[in-house]
């Protein structure tokens, strides 16, 4: 453009004619292009040439952004599942909460009074011997209770007495679940005042504080009966297990009477 | 031929990517990267194919002709000027550089000025980085092509 070069400078000059030209020309286009009315048209036509060669980009673009809001949705989804098997556990304790307070207020409304008359002290923690028996339509198996807590359950009946194993027995068994967790373990007595639980899993978290109450059926003892809550850890077994001890809801310290289930 | 594919390319790599990264400037940088190679030519189809590639581009990527068909042949005139005023002792690879450079900094930096909006910032960053590999691919092809032609390629001076 700028040479002095004879041939060179007229082949300068043309491409310094020629490039004032495009750039008029591409100003005139910026200031009227877009009132010129042909443009619409013409970047349809435009457009629709080129959508032929762009069609197999705009193809994987769709496939990405399709794959892409697929994943988007798994996974708007999987928290969704998450949220709500949370708020199914929820709502199952509180199911499980309901229909132990309906059971209980059941037991406590059809519930009578009955004096423990003998606790033989060789025996202390093992069973008492109560003042109601055939005649009152006790059985074997009922559950008996001290403070609307489990406190053991009917072991042997006559005439007119019954022996009730309480919870401090280490012979009685009572399968239980840990209400917040649905946890399922096995309570039983240690024969020396205590109260254990057994076979939870390790590793899960703490549970201290956490409340019992009876699991599954198991004879006359239904479900849902509470039983106390998790006072402290004791021991872990070899095999991955949690023994607690537990703070039962029944007092055996001061057992002078039992409730138990009215029966016609 | 090759540059008519480069806008193609260009074109269908917006279409791919458009939106989520800033496509180089393929077109303009393949017709800067011929201006600086072959000196010697006929350099008027430059500037046309700037001009046909550059309205090709508004009509179908911003709708309003003009846009980049004036940034295009502005970057092609600048080109050519600058590239034809320096002596061959100041045509450095820093020059080279900058003039492929100005191929990716003006056309997209010209609708922001005359429209308006946010010049700076990350926009005109991200495109500078995601152009840098096909920058520095044109300096080495040049810088190779000058050392064949018996010249000397350096960054500073010659």
Known sequence: MFDHHPSRGIQRHRELVHGLLALILGLFLLGGGANLGISKSVVDLWGGML??????????????????????????????????????????????????????????????????????????????????????????????????????????????????????????????????????????????????????????????????????????IPPGLPIGKIAEELEKTPDGYVTYRVEPGADFSRFYSISLEAMP | MIISLLWLLQDILTVLFGGVMQIPELFLLGIVYRLLKDEDEERVWAIWSAFLGGLLWDLRWVGIPGFFTFGYVAVVLLVLWLWSSLPLQGRTGLVAFLLLESSQLIPPLLPVLILGGN???????MEQIYALPALLFCLWLYGRHTREAGGTFSLSSK
């Open chain 1, 51 to 220: 959508s032929i060669p762009e069609y197999p980009a705009a193809l994987l673009r769709s496939l990405f952004l399709e794959w892409q809001a697929r994943s988007q949705d798994r996974l708007v989804l999987e928290d969704e599942l998450v949220r709500l098997r949370e708020e199914n556990a929820k709502l199952r304790l509180l199911e499980a909460n309901l229909a132990n307070e309906k059971i209980l207020s059941e037991l406590v409304t059809g519930m009578r009074e009955a004096r423990v008359m003998l606790r033989a002290p060789m025996s202390w923690w093992n069973e008492v011997r109560i003042d109601v028996g055939k005649l009152e339509n006790v059985k074997e198996g009922m559950p008996v209770f001290h403070h609307g807590y489990l406190a053991g359950r009917i072991s042997s009946v006559s005439r007119l007495s019954s022996w009730a194993e309480i919870l401090t027995s280490p012979s009685l068994l009572i399968p239980v679940v840990v209400q917040e967790t649905r946890e399922l373990g096995v309570v039983m007595g240690n024969g020396e005042g205590g109260v254990l639980l057994k076979y939870i899993p390790a590793g899960r978290g703490e549970r201290t504080g956490m409340r019992l109450a009876t699991a599954l059926i198991g004879e006359q």
């Open chain 2, 119 to 125: 010049t700076g910032g990350s926009f005109f960053l």
